[in-house]
């Protein structure tokens, strides 16, 4: 019994493998820029943050049938039982202030405040607007926006 083998083995020639690796590379160096660089995360994690304390204060609002004031400062957007935001409302599950954590670095929160009835409404009866800005390269302008008729709370990343 005779084996024969073919000249072609059907692997990879080293010019190939080089070449491969090469490119895999360069990808890896173009792309893990992205994923050191947090800033825009965290960015957009303190927007999420946001959207949730206004949408629990909505909530909030309509379980208590009591205003619930929505106050918004340089460092944070915060959840209030009175128009001073003086008497911060209960975190559900952590039991602390429902407020944001502090914005990343270049990152800031327009200041105001609105309240949301007991119908879940936003008072005064008009459109009411947070917008989150960022000095972050890359990073767009967020804002919150609450629907005066409906208390709908939309965001626009």
């Given at each position: 019994?005779?084996?024969?083998?073919?000249?072609?083995?059907?692997?990879?020639?080293?010019?190939?493998?080089?070449?491969?690796?090469?490119?895999?590379?360069?990808?890896?160096?173009?792309?893990?820029?992205?994923?050191?660089?947090?800033d825009s995360f965290k960015s957009r994690?303190?927007?999420?943050?946001?959207?949730?304390?206004?949408?629990?204060?909505?909530?909030?609002?309509?379980?208590?049938?009591?205003?619930?004031?929505?106050?918004?400062?340089?460092?944070?957007?915060?959840?209030?039982?009175?128009?001073?935001?003086?008497?911060?409302?209960?975190?559900?599950?952590?039991?602390?202030?429902?407020?944001?954590?502090?914005?990343?670095?270049?990152?800031?929160?327009?200041?105001?405040?609105?309240?949301?009835?007991?119908?879940?409404?936003?008072?005064?009866?008009?459109?009411?607007?947070?917008?989150?800005?960022?000095?972050?390269?890359?990073?767009?302008?967020?804002?919150?926006?609450?629907?005066?008729?409906?208390?709908?709370?939309?965001?626009?990343?």
């Amino acid at each position: 019994m005779r084996i024969t083998y073919s000249k072609s083995s059907g692997g990879f020639t080293m010019l190939e493998l080089i070449v491969t690796m090469i490119i895999a590379g360069i990808l890896s160096a173009v792309v893990a820029g992205r994923f050191f660089a947090l800033d825009s995360f965290k960015s957009r994690g303190f927007y999420d943050e946001s959207i949730a304390v206004v949408r629990y204060s909505q909530k909030a609002a309509i379980a208590r049938r009591a205003n619930v004031y929505v106050c918004s400062t340089a460092t944070q957007v915060g959840a209030y039982s009175d128009a001073a935001c003086t008497a911060p409302v209960q975190h559900p599950s952590q039991g602390g202030n429902l407020a944001t954590n502090a914005p990343p670095n270049g990152v800031s929160v327009s200041v105001g405040s609105f309240a949301f009835d007991s119908g879940g409404r936003p008072q005064p009866n008009a459109q009411q607007t947070i917008v989150i800005t960022s000095t972050i390269a890359d990073d767009p302008v967020r804002t919150i926006t609450v629907e005066a008729e409906t208390g709908f709370v939309q965001h626009n990343p």
